[in-house]
């Protein structure tokens, strides 16, 4: 079986979804940890009322100790998933854990990817140019944003009256269905 440790800096609604998926396909992995770097974020109320156990990281011990790499050690983590972490991932990690680390972005990659291409930021630029279809991208972290290989996309229409607040909603529909089953195959394979 493998362990997975979510890093999440938001609401962790994709968070809590592969948490209940993997808590009904426990032969394949579990989540053993989240990491954040926001004490009051959602997500930290999450694992709590789920009984995981987390970590909150600052900015100094995230890119200057290895403190959480012995942590990631230490729970025998397999697969980091980032699920609305907004830090670049540092080169220790990277190296540590080489294809092993994963993101979803909330938009159709190439496109709409790179520094500040977060949350309604990049719905809104989706919507300023006018595309016909969003969607999502699982990829592979590497050490610069959005960059690293696509393992899946999956896309949505969208109508020409949709609002970012729409369109976000289109695609987190498709993060909450795609998401943790991708992580299973990926963890299969
Ligand atoms: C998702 O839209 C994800 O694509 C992006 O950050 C958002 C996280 O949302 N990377 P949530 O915290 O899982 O609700």
Redesign the pocket.
Known sequence: MKKIAIF??????????IVDFFNHNQNVASVELIVSNKKDA??LEMAKEKGIRYQIVNRQGFYQTKDLLNLLYKYEIDLIV?????WLVPKYLIEAFQANII????ALLPKFGGKGM??MN?HKAVKAAGEKESG?TIHYVNEAYDEGNIIFQASCRLEKDDTPEDI?LK??QL?HVHFAPQIAKLLQE
């Open positions: 999440a800096s938001g609401r962790g609604s994709n968070a809590a979804k959602l997500v980032l699920a609305g972490f907004l993101n979803i972005h909330p977060y949350g990049v999502i976000a695609v987190q993060e």
